[in-house]
């Protein structure tokens, strides 16, 4: 088998691939369940691809679903937990009586 031969019969992990693609949709159509979904897709790519006698790609598209699934998930958790209390909090405005 020459080099050619062996590289173009790699191929790229499909769990790696949809790791990505719904860590993407998370941002528009899939918010938080495709955050969780892309983290274990991109889990079990990850195992797949350890595996001996693997010939698949896919790492980084694993590993980059997973972490912009972590960060989103983390700035979703802050924009629910601060920044909605913080907005919707009652003003309240003390001016002078005068007398």
Do not use: Y
């Amino acid at each position: 088998m020459t080099a050619i031969e062996s590289t173009a019969a790699r191929t790229t992990n499909t769990c790696a691939i949809l790791s990505l693609v719904l860590a993407l949709l998370g941002w528009n159509l899939l918010p938080v369940i495709g955050f969780v979904g892309a983290i274990i897709c991109g889990r079990i790519a990850q195992r797949q691809l350890k595996q001996p006698g693997n010939t698949q790609d896919g790492h980084g598209l694993a590993r980059a679903g997973i972490w912009i699934s972590w960060i989103s998930l983390i700035l979703v958790a802050l924009l629910i937990g601060v920044v909605i209390p913080w907005l919707t909090a009652p003003i309240t405005i003390n001016l002078p009586v005068s007398t």
